[in-house]
């Protein structure tokens, strides 16, 4: 009885172990970016399409003083991207020599840990993340991804990319 009632147990467990994960295929959603050192801020938005591959980015920010817009629309099956300045009101088309990479955490990532933000004392309070690290294309580099556990990328994201050049 002890044998079965541990057995159980241990499948719950390796049940509920974290898995890499993908966004949904249309999502949209804001970022912001900023320095210790305060020389740069931006706010922006985004609107990610994975079925016709193409990534929206429109931000505002300021560096060194200065305030800066950039809004870019990037169409991979093109391969063009479309630099879009509506105080000018023009657009440059540009090639888009990059390959379309999926918002996802990949099968190979390794889990760093497991934390919840926020408070744990009562059901819904919390938001339970998940830290990945894995390598980036063509040995491009490390990446650590923190996603929340539910939906992968709905709530929380942080994504931070190491150069391996020092």
């Given at each position: 009885?002890r044998l079965l009632v541990l057995t159980c147990l241990?499948?719950?467990?390796?049940?509920?172990?974290?898995?890499?994960?993908?966004?949904?295929?249309?999502?949209?959603?804001?970022?912001?970016?900023?320095?210790?050192?305060?020389?740069?801020?931006?706010?922006?938005?985004?609107?990610?399409?994975?079925?016709?591959?193409?990534?929206?980015?429109?931000?505002?920010?300021?560096?060194?003083?200065?305030?800066?817009?950039?809004?870019?629309?990037?169409?991979?099956?093109?391969?063009?991207?479309?630099?879009?300045?509506?105080?000018?009101?023009?657009?440059?088309?540009?090639?888009?020599?990059?390959?379309?990479?999926?918002?996802?955490?990949?099968?190979?990532?390794?889990?760093?840990?497991?934390?919840?933000?926020?408070?744990?004392?009562?059901?819904?309070?919390?938001?339970?993340?998940?830290?990945?690290?894995?390598?980036?294309?063509?040995?491009?580099?490390?990446?650590?991804?923190?996603?929340?556990?539910?939906?992968?990328?709905?709530?929380?994201?942080?994504?931070?990319?190491?150069?391996?050049?020092?």
């Amino acid at each position: 009885m002890r044998l079965l009632v541990l057995t159980c147990l241990l499948a719950v467990c390796l049940a509920q172990k974290p898995h890499p994960c993908s966004s949904p295929p249309l999502m949209s959603g804001a970022l912001s970016v900023s320095t210790q050192n305060e020389k740069l801020w931006a706010y922006g938005q985004y609107l990610y399409d994975l079925l016709g591959e193409r990534v929206r980015i429109s931000e505002l920010g300021t560096f060194q003083n200065k305030t800066f817009t950039y809004d870019v629309l990037m169409l991979f099956r093109q391969a063009t991207m479309y630099e879009i300045n509506e105080h000018d009101r023009t657009c440059k088309k540009k090639a888009l020599k990059d390959d379309f990479q999926p918002w996802a955490i990949p099968k190979d990532a390794s889990l760093l840990g497991q934390v919840i933000l926020g408070s744990s004392s009562a059901p819904g309070e919390g938001l339970l993340v998940n830290t990945w690290m894995g390598d980036l294309p063509q040995k491009a580099g490390k990446y650590i991804s923190t996603v929340t556990e539910l939906d992968a990328f709905l709530s929380a994201q942080r994504t931070t990319l190491i150069s391996l050049d020092g």
